[in-house]
């Protein structure tokens, strides 16, 4: 459990509201449509007109040194709609807890204090190192409990306010983690019911938890009387009555991905009602940005539009699908190439391509320079030389390492650690190998006195003086060709299998 405190908790009227004050509604107040969107509510009688509210009555507080069980509470660090949540002292083990009690009032009556009381006795039989675990569960006169992980780190919401959008390969572990820890669960019938950003901790040695299980259901659930859930992560299906499925978590988790990766929802916020907003979900087409990111493969696409889709059974069948496909665009871990080695991959591959065509613009030169009666094959030998590049560029394409880059054991990927497409690789390799390309071309065309030929001895002199620049004064690890192709040098340390 996290320290941060809970964002408050909202329950839709029904037939009234005890302790209650009427806060804006959403078309006046933009703090309140933030809230609506990202807190917790329960789903009742949308075609009354949507008011947000909020509790401000008593808020029940238990002082430093209450001893709940074994548990000796120490300090509040959250509240939320159906309780508060200290740091404890578990006296028994002598370890930090979270200890979260639960206020009966906020419920819907004994029946879902027991049935919340079930689904956490469910949770503790989780073993994950990506759920929260919980170590208890009792009461405290009327008042239930649970006593769970500390988690010291802040929710991903808070990280992504903080810091924006996440990194790609770190919002991609991400959800794999959560996708394993969800799966994890349903072998024991449980699903989550509530996934968002702000019920994933970070702890601080980086490892991701994924925390309140308060509206989870089992398998054997049968009281779905109220449709709880975040209306910005709800499925569509669950907006009309539907039951919550493994296909709605995998719903939530898509919108969670989304967050996490462009930091926003996916779905534009245009709205003044509750039953306005949730129509959005049903109705909305993904929101993706313009343009595309250059560190985020487009490849994702296809993960969040199956994880989006309005109807349940267009989505994935099961995580295991899902964690497929996830780790298909999940960048491999890399170590970009220092600057001696590439320098002396470069060096190698110029020396051998000039190597390679230099006969071709030797055997011009010389029949143009004696004045050869062969001049006539001139034309011939320079479509000839043409064969160098070509299979050159068709062996890279075809995903071939150049001998500079395999003798250094070099390799080429995207910004974002995935492998790069063909039509970039041939890009970089035009851009990398002007030097070989155009030297020998500059060299024949100088015995006509053309000025064509200080265009291209210009050309080339511009781009390695520009290469030059971003390595040393822009990015020591970068050339202006990665740059333009949004590409990057990594040493290859791929096992092969």
Same mark, same amino acid.
């Given at each position: 459990?996290?320290?941060?405190?809970?964002?408050?908790?909202?329950?839709?009227?029904?037939?009234?509201?005890?302790?209650?004050?009427?806060?804006?509604?959403?078309?006046?107040?933009?703090?309140?449509?933030?809230?609506?969107?990202?807190?917790?509510? +329960?789903?009742?009688?949308?075609?009354?007109?949507?008011?947000?509210?909020?509790?401000?009555?008593?808020?029940?507080?238990?002082?430093?040194?209450?001893?709940?069980?074994?548990?000796?509470?120490?300090?509040?660090?959250?509240?939320?709609?159906?309780?508060?949540?200290?740091?404890?002292?578990?006296?028994?083990?002598?370890?930090?807890?979270?200890?979260?009690?639960?206020?009966?009032?906020?419920?819907?009556?004994?029946?879902?204090?027991?049935?919340?009381?079930?689904?956490?006795?469910?949770?503790?039989?989780?073993?994950?190192?990506?759920?929260?675990?919980?170590?208890?569960?009792?009461?405290?006169?009327?008042?239930?409990?649970?006593?769970?992980?500390?988690?010291?780190?802040?929710?991903?919401?808070?990280?992504?306010?903080?810091?924006?959008?996440?990194?790609?390969?770190?919002?991609?572990?991400?959800?794999?983690?959560?996708?394993?820890?969800?799966?994890?669960?349903?072998?024991?019938?449980?699903?989550?019911?509530?996934?968002?950003?702000?019920?994933?901790?970070?702890?601080?040695?980086?490892?991701?938890?994924?925390?309140?299980?308060?509206?989870?259901?089992?398998?054997?659930?049968?009281?779905?009387?109220?449709?709880?859930?975040?209306?910005?992560?709800?499925?569509?299906?669950?907006?009309?009555?539907?039951?919550?499925?493994?296909?709605?978590?995998?719903?939530?988790?898509?919108?969670?991905?989304?967050?996490?990766?462009?930091?926003?929802?996916?779905?534009?916020?245009?709205?003044?009602?509750?039953?306005?907003?949730?129509?959005?979900?049903?109705?909305?087409?993904?929101?993706?940005?313009?343009?595309?990111?250059?560190?985020?493969?487009?490849?994702?696409?296809?993960?969040?539009?199956?994880?989006?889709?309005?109807? +349940?059974?267009?989505?994935?069948?099961?995580?295991?699908?899902?964690?497929?496909?996830?780790?298909?665009?999940?960048?491999?871990?890399?170590?970009?190439?220092?600057?001696?080695?590439?320098?002396?991959?470069?060096?190698?591959?110029?020396?051998?391509?000039?190597?390679?065509?230099?006969?071709?613009?030797?055997?011009? %030169?010389?029949?143009?320079?004696?004045?050869?009666?062969?001049?006539?094959?001139?034309?011939?030998?320079?479509?000839?030389?043409?064969?160098?590049?070509?299979?050159?560029?068709?062996?890279?394409?075809?995903?071939?390492?150049?001998?500079?880059?395999?003798?250094?054991?070099?390799?080429?990927?995207?910004?974002?650690?995935?492998?790069?497409?063909?039509?970039?690789?041939?890009?970089?390799?035009?851009?990398?190998?002007?030097?070989?390309?155009?030297?020998?071309?500059?060299?024949?065309?100088?015995?006509?006195?053309?000025?064509?030929?200080?265009?291209?001895?210009?050309? %080339?002199?511009?781009?390695?003086?520009?290469?030059?620049?971003?390595?040393?004064?822009?990015?020591?690890?970068?050339?202006?060709?990665?740059?333009?192709?949004?590409?990057?040098?990594?040493?290859?340390?791929?096992?092969?299998?």
């Amino acid at each position: 459990m996290t320290t941060a405190p809970e964002k408050p908790e909202t329950q839709l009227p029904t037939k009234k509201v005890d302790e209650c004050s009427l806060v804006p509604t959403l078309a006046d107040s933009p703090i309140a449509l933030k809230l609506a969107h990202s807190a917790t509510i +329960s789903i009742n009688h949308l075609e009354q007109p949507f008011d947000f509210y909020q509790a401000n009555g008593p808020q029940f507080e238990m002082p430093s040194g209450t001893m709940l069980g074994h548990f000796r509470l120490e300090k509040l660090i959250g509240r939320g709609g159906m309780g508060v949540v200290y740091r404890a002292m578990d006296t028994s083990l002598q370890r930090f807890v979270a200890v979260k009690v639960i206020r009966s009032t906020s419920l819907q009556g004994d029946k879902r204090v027991a049935s919340s009381l079930r689904e956490a006795v469910a949770q503790a039989r989780l073993n994950h190192p990506n759920v929260v675990t919980i170590y208890y569960v009792g009461r405290h006169r009327e008042e239930p409990f649970l006593a769970m992980e500390l988690v010291s780190g802040p929710t991903l919401t808070e990280k992504l306010r903080k810091e924006g959008p996440l990194k790609y390969d770190q919002a991609i572990q991400i959800v794999i983690d959560v996708a394993q820890a969800l799966q994890h669960a349903t072998y024991f019938g449980i699903i989550h019911a509530d996934i968002k950003s702000s019920n994933l901790l970070l702890a601080h040695d980086g490892t991701i938890k994924l925390s309140d299980f308060g509206l989870s259901r089992t398998t054997d659930t049968t009281d779905d009387s109220a449709i709880a859930g975040t209306p910005a992560y709800l499925a569509p299906e669950l907006i009309e009555g539907g039951a919550v499925t493994v296909q709605s978590d995998m719903y939530a988790l898509g919108v969670t991905l989304f967050e996490l990766v462009f930091g926003r929802l996916p779905f534009a916020i245009n709205a003044s009602s509750l039953q306005e907003l949730l129509l959005t979900q049903k109705t909305s087409t993904i929101d993706y940005p313009t343009p595309w990111p250059a560190t985020v493969p487009k490849s994702l696409m296809a993960v969040v539009d199956k994880l989006l889709s309005k109807r +349940s059974q267009d989505r994935y069948a099961d995580y295991d699908s899902l964690l497929s496909d996830l780790r298909a665009i999940q960048p491999a871990r890399t170590t970009i190439a220092g600057f001696a080695g590439r320098i002396l991959a470069y060096v190698v591959d110029q020396v051998m391509l000039l190597l390679c065509i230099t006969p071709f613009a030797a055997t011009i %030169i010389y029949f143009e320079s004696t004045r050869s009666q062969l001049r006539m094959l001139i034309p011939l030998i320079a479509i000839a030389s043409l064969i160098v590049p070509t299979i050159y560029l068709l062996l890279i394409r075809r995903g071939w390492s150049s001998l500079g880059r395999y003798l250094f054991q070099l390799r080429i990927t995207e910004e974002n650690g995935l492998p790069p497409g063909r039509e970039q690789l041939l890009t970089r390799e035009i851009l990398r190998n002007m030097f070989a390309w155009f030297a020998p071309a500059a060299a024949y065309f100088s015995l006509f006195y053309s000025p064509l030929d200080y265009i291209l001895f210009g050309l %080339i002199a511009a781009f390695l003086i520009a290469e030059s620049a971003c390595v040393f004064l822009f990015d020591h690890r970068r050339t202006l060709h990665d740059m333009l192709c949004h590409s990057r040098v990594v040493l290859d340390n791929r096992k092969e299998t």
